[in-house]
């Protein structure tokens, strides 16, 4: 079965850190982008990073630029995002999710794990 | 950054009925659009990409249509499963952006 699985949520004070995971199976994770995308408490989609299957591409949302870092480990078939100086705004679910080959569009998402950043 | 911007956000509808959504990009994205649904506390769901495209194992109820900066998604004859969110998202340009979400809900 093919299957994405976050873990590392949790609450954090603002200016903490956190390092999120995502470990993947049922398919040749070192053959596919990855992508972190979060959703606020009762708000929409954001998507937040992506990072290219050798990880040599990155890209990220201006909000979270110089904060957090995707990064992956192919050997393990994870994903990670180290996401330091959190702010209250970043509180979400974070969904990381698979940019599906042909289609580029998001195929397959994890279950999602929650950050709240709050004192 | 491209803006995409989904009408209605709330649409009431009953079972059996068509229904559109319609989004709106503000600069042009050729094709590349995607539309997802989402149930409360669940993860989102791909129904189409590339604009036009089913994705394996949707219903072919749903459709989508359009290109450059006017999209739509039709669901042609709604179902009790389909009450959900459903949103656009454009991977044309970086930042990938979402539009807001039409929440369909029941009549």
């Known amino acids: ?119 | 950054d491209i803006q995409m911007t989904q009408s209605p956000s709330i649409l009431s509808a009953s079972v059996g009925d068509r229904v559109t959504i319609t989004c709106r990009a503000s600069q042009s994205i050729s094709n590349w659009l995607a539309w997802y649904q989402q149930k409360p506390g669940k993860a989102p769901k791909l129904l189409i990409y590339k604009a036009s495209n089913l994705e394996g194992g949707v219903p072919s109820r749903f459709s989508g249509s359009g290109s450059g900066t006017e999209f739509t998604l039709t669901i042609s004859c709604l179902q009790p499963d389909d009450f959900a969110t459903f949103y656009c998202q454009q991977y044309n340009n970086y930042p990938w952006t979402f539009g807001q979400g039409t929440r369909v809900e029941i009549k």
């Not at chain 1, 040749?28 to 929409?44: A, D, E, H, I, L």
């Open chain 1, 1 to 119: 079965e093919v299957q994405l699985v976050e873990s590392g949520g949790g609450l954090v004070q603002p200016g903490g850190s956190l390092r999120l995971s995502c470990a993947a199976s049922g398919f040749t994770f070192k053959n596919f982008w990855m992508s972190w995308v979060r959703q606020g408490p009762g708000k929409g989609l954001e998507w937040v990073a992506n990072i290219k299957e050798d990880g040599s591409e990155k890209h990220y949302v201006d909000s979270v630029k110089g904060r957090f870092t995707i990064s992956r480990d192919n050997a393990q078939n994870s994903m990670y995002v180290q996401m330091s100086g959190l702010r209250v705004e970043d509180t979400a679910v974070y969904y990381c999710a698979r940019k599906g080959g042909f289609r580029d569009a998001f195929d397959i998402w994890g279950q999602g794990t929650m950050v709240i950043v709050s004192s």
